[in-house]
């Protein structure tokens, strides 16, 4: 049973399981994987437009909300400085003074002021006379009496400036020698007397070292991506990470030198005490920053606040990138647990795929697995065993037929044997000077054929021989052609006349024939000694005279009816003579009707091609037959065909053994006439 499916029907490599790169766990393992990795990749990209907008939309109010909160921290600081100042120029202003009480009030404001690092009052004498106050009172102690020391404080500019100002006024940023070196900031404000128009009488001013004012936004300047510039009344640069307060240099000049002209509107911002929020980027680095210009209240004082955008998106890319590590990541662990899956899930697939490998390479024995499930993998299975059960079931009928061909064709062999059996050999009858020789070649198209010859011999001179064909082929045929030449034979036994015999056959043959089969008969018989020929015609071709100097006759026999349909009594006789050297030759419509590839018949008309003249009567049946063959080549065989010889032949003492006697020779050339 396994074999019975030749192994070459599916090859080898292509039966069993698939190859993992082509099952359908890897297929569905790289198809999820590819879908988790663009959902990453859209993801992330759409999270990357998001979180950058809402990120740098953030860093933006951040940034505002430091610089504003940062302004309002520095102008609550300089505006104490500015109220105590302008306290102290209204009580002196207003009141009478002594020298002492003007030192102890000022060293009293001094000390009330948080940050301030001394305080100067100038008073002008009121009446020509009277002698200037001028003293610097230090919140250390280190007081000075500058009219005790000379200092020509008539001629700085500061108190030039002062007493000409209308208000209060910041100075830039200065190293004070005395306080220590220490950088400083100052407000001034003139005194004057209460009225409008009155004198100005001197002046007041309260030092505040620059720390006191950059200390509380030094720790934004130490944020990464941070940069905070405190910038003077008069563009000064009190604080900026990249210019010390050394330089006194001032925000114009700055972007001047430093090529920073991405600066230059919010230097326009300082100038007009303007807010300003606006992106740029670092002319020098290339660097992207979102700066807020806020001033400080009144006080002349602006506060710059930048923050970069370049590290925010660094960290934003940071994120991002550590989100698509995350992912892959999951996508790997997602591929993998969508394998193991798959493979659960093919596995029973991959058992039917092996099935019908198995089944394809003929196993029919084994089951097909999972046919228990009730999913479409069962359904599949059930499928799969309902196809083996069928093909198991053909197979059995394909072998009973088999044996039983088998035994068929053993059968007809027999029957062929049999019916070869039946077939005489042919002969040759020596009568003194008189020969004649009887051959006939039978080849069926079939295992067993409907044509039929046979040879009687009744008598020692006398030779019956007869050739027919049945209407049939196959088993039927060959039966009808066995009865029909054991009638024949029985009844040469009975009649001398082949009309007789063949009368005598019609009316045997007749009976029991429900199957309605014929035959068509030539029936004759030849005296050897005197060549002397009768023939008879149950429907048959007439036989074909061929005499010794190579001259062909069709021999005139009219013909009866078949033998078998119906009883027939009239069977026209021939009578003539066979000359010596002649031959008479007989044949069935397998000759005359065998085609070739075109359809073409073979005829009668052919036949005397095939003969020759002094052949023995074997050499002229399997010459017309060898004729017939190569004709027809390579058309199949299509009928039984059957050749009949008769050569008579006498010897001669005084000529060839062709050659006959002067009174046979006479009988010889002698015409045939019928009886």
């Not at 002062?162 to 005194?191: F, K």
């Not at 009219?558 to 033998?563: D, N, R, S, V």
Request: proline share 6%.
């Amino acid at each position: 049973m396994r074999n019975a499916v030749p192994n070459d029907i599916v090859p080898v490599q292509d039966a069993g399981a698939a190859h993992w790169r082509s099952s359908l766990r890897t297929r569905i393992a790289l198809w999820a994987g590819l879908v988790n990795v663009v959902l990453l990749v859209l993801l992330v990209l759409a999270l990357a437009g998001f979180a950058r907008r809402m990120i740098l939309e953030d860093a933006r109010r951040d940034t505002h909300a430091t610089a504003q909160e940062a302004a309002q921290r520095l102008d609550g600081a300089l505006h104490v400085v500015t109220i105590t100042t302008q306290g102290m120029s209204d009580l002196v202003g207003s009141a009478q003074l002594s020298p002492d009480e003007l030192v102890t009030t000022l060293r009293a404001m001094v000390k009330a002021t948080p940050g301030c690092a001394g305080g100067l009052l100038i008073l002008e004498p009121r009446e020509r006379g009277d002698v200037a106050f001028a003293r610097y009172v230090a919140s250390d102690g280190r007081d000075r009496d500058f009219v005790a020391d000379g200092y020509p404080f008539r001629d700085q500019g500061w108190y030039q400036r002062t007493v000409a100002s209308p208000g209060g006024w910041w100075s830039e940023p200065y190293l004070n020698r005395t306080a220590g070196d220490v950088w400083m900031v100052t407000y001034n404000m003139p005194l004057r007397e209460p009225g409008r128009g009155a004198r100005t009488r001197g002046m007041v001013s309260l030092d505040l070292p620059l720390a006191s004012l950059t200390d509380p936004i030094d720790s934004l300047a130490h944020l990464p991506g941070w940069r905070v510039s405190l910038v003077a009344p008069a563009g000064t640069l009190a604080l900026n990470p990249e210019v010390g307060v050394e330089r006194l240099e001032t925000l114009d000049d700055y972007i001047a030198r430093a090529g920073r002209s991405d600066l230059r509107e919010a230097a326009q911002a300082v100038r007009v005490r303007g807010h300003l929020q606006h992106v740029h980027e670092d002319a020098i680095t290339g660097e992207r920053r979102y700066t807020v210009v806020e001033p400080i209240g009144d006080s002349g004082w602006s506060l710059l606040v930048a923050q970069s955008y370049d590290l925010i998106t660094d960290r934003l890319a940071q994120a991002l990138w550590l989100l698509v590590a995350i992912g892959t990541l999951l996508a790997l662990v997602c591929m993998l647990v969508v394998s193991k899956l798959a493979r659960h899930i093919s596995q029973p697939v991959e058992g039917l795929s092996a099935a019908a490998a198995r089944l394809a390479q003929g196993d029919y024995a084994t089951p097909v697995p999972h046919a228990q499930r009730r999913d479409e993998v069962g359904q599949m299975a059930r499928t799969l065993e309902h196809a083996r059960g069928s093909i198991r079931q053909q197979l059995r009928e394909i072998e009973d037929m088999t044996a039983a061909r088998q035994k068929l064709e053993s059968e007809l062999s027999i029957a062929r044997e049999i019916q070869q059996a039946m077939l005489p050999p042919g002969r040759v009858i020596d009568r003194e000077h008189a020969h004649l020789e009887a051959y006939a070649r039978l080849e069926p198209a079939k295992a067993v054929g409907g044509d039929f010859y046979c040879f009687i011999q009744t008598d020692p001179d006398g030779l019956w021989f007869a050739i027919g064909d049945v209407s049939d082929k196959g088993v039927p045929a060959a039966l009808f052609m066995a009865r029909t030449v054991t009638v024949l034979e029985v009844a040469a036994s009975l009649h001398p006349s082949p009309e007789r015999v063949l009368a005598e056959a019609s009316r045997r043959l007749v009976q029991g024939n429900d199957a309605c089969m014929f035959a068509t008969v030539l029936c004759g018989r030849v005296d050897v000694r005197s060549g002397a020929c009768v023939l008879a015609s149950a429907g048959h071709d007439a036989p074909l005279l061929l005499h010794a100097d190579g001259r062909h006759e069709e021999l005139p026999v009219q013909p009866g009816p078949p033998l078998g349909f119906e009883v027939g009594d009239v069977f026209p006789l021939w009578s003539g003579q066979l000359p010596a050297g002649a031959t008479l030759l007989a044949w069935t419509d397998g000759i005359t009707e065998a085609f070739d590839v075109d359809n073409v018949a073979f005829g009668p008309e052919r036949i005397p091609g095939a003969l020759q003249p002094g052949a023995t009567a074997r050499e002229q049946c399997e010459a017309l037959i060898a004729r017939v063959h190569a004709f027809t080549d390579p058309a199949p065989q299509s009928d039984d065909i059957t050749a009949l010889a008769i050569r008579r032949r006498l010897d001669s003492p005084s000529a060839s053994p062709e050659a006959p006697s002067t009174q046979e020779t006479a009988d010889a050339d002698a015409p045939l006439h019928p009886a």
